[in-house]
């Protein structure tokens, strides 16, 4: 054994090695390498830089295999990302850097990420990542898994202001609109026009990042965030991503980020698992109607405690009408714009009823079910199949472990950055590296 002296001395031996050699055979830069032939990136990143002007500057491809290593790693900032290069032979080697290769500055580093890589650019880069994976046959599309989640935003919570703010058109009222018609003309009724003008709501709107949106769900701490909604298959690959401000509804989402997932993936789907929030009339229709099933889970009666529940009152699909816990009948009178039917029973039955406190505190009882109402209640006959207990339960192995790791190895739980634009790069570029992280274990292990 050396002597404490020897040992500390042994410091200044000369040792003739290459990078290659410093770095072990079964770390992770290696699979990385082998995973994925990263010359691809090349042209796809050219033309954002000219060679014709200047001082010759920094390969992009070096670049954006920074960018790898620091979400890969989860290295919190730039900064310390280059930091770790500087004396880490392993990032050295997988950026094809020596000994004494000097290492980029973290503001060049920074720059082009901002200003000289669009945005898209890091979609692109998701897809064909996404695009090896399947070529590989690692995406199991079968069952496929949606969810979102928030990242807090740069935005102080307590400065912003109230404002007007336009409501989202939903994309399907069109179809909603022309059905509902042709409920009221077949009852002689004068049928709606399409809204000319645009409806506003108050708005909690941040003064830092106003592109966030003020998030309140829950236990949660309102905050300024944006929402992730992800798409997952089973064996945890990320298929799609949308990035809003964290006051849309996941619902709302939903057709984005199913649109989004490619065609040749589209075609083996048979399942799609959702969480409550998902449980919408048009949902279900758009699912159900591509031969596909949605899993949904069971959601709790939404009535006063003492009342009767939704279920128990009993709805005649033959004769369209609706028979309440004391044996008397709503009946259909009209469609609104909603597109809810409603169903009302006289005055005097429930003037007289022994049990209208447990029913409603007006003069009648009014029922409301949507015109695409089968296809929700389709979707809650599914529950009770061995199928769905099957699927449903692997929300928690997929999606929500999809996010876990998201935040806690990858840095998802907030965002420094300002802008949906940039924070959507930023999550592209995070979820394309998990994917390729995985891709690389899987073709080491196979």
């Known amino acids: 054994m050396l002597s404490p002296e020897k040992e500390y001395n042994s410091r200044d031996n000369l040792n003739v090695c290459s990078v290659d050699q410093l770095v072990p055979a079964e770390h992770l830069v290696r ?16 033309p954002y830089y000219d060679e014709s002007k200047g001082r010759p500057s920094i390969d992009p491809l070096v670049i954006l295999k920074i960018c790898f290593i620091q979400e890969i790693f989860g290295i919190p ?49 998701f897809s064909i990542i996404l695009e090896q994976a399947l070529n590989k046959g690692y995406i199991e599309s079968k069952y496929i898994f949606i969810d979102s989640t928030h990242i807090k935003a740069n ?69 300024f965030a944006y929402s992730s909604h992800v798409c997952c298959d089973t064996n945890n690959f990320i298929l799609s991503c949308e990035v809003t401000s964290g006051n849309i509804h996941d619902s709302v989402v939903f057709d984005e980020v199913y649109n989004n997932i490619r065609e040749d ?21 758009s699912v159900l109607e591509e031969g596909k099933k949605i899993a949904i889970p069971y959601t709790r009666p939404k009535t006063q405690k003492g009342n009767f529940k939704h279920y128990e009152y009993i709805y005649d699909e033959a004769n369209d009408f609706i028979i309440c816990p004391n044996k ?36 009648s009882k009014t029922i409301s079910k949507h015109i695409w109402h089968k296809y929700v209640e389709e979707a809650n006959n599914y529950r009770y199949t061995e199928e769905f207990k099957k699927v449903y339960p692997l929300r928690a192995r997929t999606i929500e472990r999809v996010f876990a790791d998201a935040k806690q190895k990858h840095s998802m739980r907030f965002t420094f950055l300002k802008g949906l634009k940039r924070v959507k790069a930023s999550i592209m570029l995070k979820l394309a590296s998990m994917n390729l992280k995985k891709m690389a274990m899987w073709a080491y292990n196979t």
Request: charged residues 30%.
């Open 31 to 46: 699979k990385l390498d082998k995973a994925l032939d990263f010359e691809r990136f090349r042209s796809l990143l050219s």
């Open 77 to 125: 900032s730039m900064r310390q990302t280059i930091r770790e290069i500087e004396v880490n032979m392993a990032y050295r080697w997988f950026l094809g850097y020596g000994i004494h290769d000097n290492i980029p500055h973290f503001a060049t580093i920074s720059y082009a990420i901002v200003n000289r890589f669009p945005p898209e650019l890091f979609e692109e880069i």
């Open 155 to 223: 935005a102080n919570k307590k400065k912003y202001r109230k404002e007007l703010a336009q409501t989202m058109t939903k994309h399907y009222e069109s179809n909603l609109l022309e059905e509902i018609n042709e409920y009221r003309i077949s009852e002689n009724k004068k049928p709606f026009k399409k809204k000319e003008n645009k409806e506003y709501k108050l708005r909690t709107v941040s003064t830092s990042d106003p592109e966030s949106g003020y998030f309140v769900k829950g236990d949660h701490q309102p905050v």
């Open 265 to 285: 993936i589209k075609e083996d789907i048979e399942i799609i698992a959702v969480d409550s929030a998902y449980k919408t009339p048009w949902i279900c229709k």
């Open 328 to 363: 008397k009948t709503l009946v259909y009178t009209t469609v609104n714009r909603d597109g809810y039917k409603l169903y009302k029973t006289n005055d005097k039955d429930c003037a007289e009823c022994p049990v209208k406190t447990q029913c409603t505190s007006s003069k």
